[in-house]
């Protein structure tokens, strides 16, 4: 694409970031897009994001995930859930895109190992991030995400499906325990010892708190 990435012979040995670029550039041929849409990345952490800009302003966002993190059928669930969310309530959800075949998840070969990645395309929703130093309007936003929590909650109540999609579990050994899903908090570049400490402690306390709250049924669900 004429906006996207070019590399060289001399390039071969290419980083992840400017292997996700490449992907990035061939999934980009699977949808009804101009060959003059750009490519930024946005983030790159479980999965790879990326802001596509077609030249008449139209912005999408272009997901692609972690290599072996999930399946094409386990996200196809999650985009499932994603259109129950948007039908049955007021909660500002993406569109999907799908390929010029029809699909809504893309699988794109990685351009210089034998592993495909999963790619889906989604409408672009304005927003900004919440800064620190604006700790009241970040404390409006944490009351935002709660309200927003608790819609997820009961819609989730209510649809018959919830009980067997195929999600991973986050509680709290997936997300902060001795065998976190994402890697041990303790081993996090720039941690002190007295950060640690502190980290320790905040976790023992959230620990007997889930604990006390446990995860009967009217409490604990999909969303978690």
């Known amino acids: 694409m004429k906006g996207g990435i070019r590399m060289t012979g001399q390039e071969l040995n290419v980083t992840l970031k ?4 490449v992907i990035a550039e061939k999934a980009l041929k699977l949808y009804s897009l101009s060959e003059s849409a750009t490519i930024l990345l946005i983030s790159q952490s ?4 990326f802001l596509i800009e077609e030249l008449d302003s139209s912005r999408y966002i272009l997901r ?3 290599y072996g993190y999930h399946t094409s059928e386990d996200i196809s669930e999650e985009l499932l859930w994603m259109s129950e969310v948007k039908t049955n309530t007021m909660l500002t959800i993406p569109d999907v895109i799908p390929t010029i075949t029809g699909e809504e998840v893309a699988v794109v070969k990685h351009p210089y190992a034998p592993k495909y990645y999963t790619c889906v395309l989604f409408t672009f929703i304005e927003g900004h991030e919440p800064t620190i130093e604006n700790v009241t309007g970040l404390i409006d936003k944490f009351e935002l995400l ?14 018959e499906r919830s ?8 509680d709290y050994e997936a997300l902060i325990g001795e065998n976190a899903r994402l890697g041990a908090w303790k081993e996090a570049p720039g941690l002190t010892s007295e950060m640690k400490l502190i980290l320790m402690k905040t ?3 959230i620990k007997k708190r889930l604990d006390a709250y446990g995860k009967t049924a009217d409490r604990y669900g999909l969303i978690h």
């Not at 709660?146 to 649809?159: C, P, Q």
């Open 18 to 21: 400017n292997a996700m670029d």
């Open 163 to 170: 009980t067997t999609l195929n999600r991973f579990t986050w």
């Open 46 to 49: 479980e999965n790879t994001t």
């Open 146 to 159: 709660g309200e927003i929590t608790a819609t997820l909650h009961k819609n989730v109540k209510a649809w």
């Open 203 to 205: 976790c023992e306390t």
């Open 64 to 66: 692609i995930g972690r």
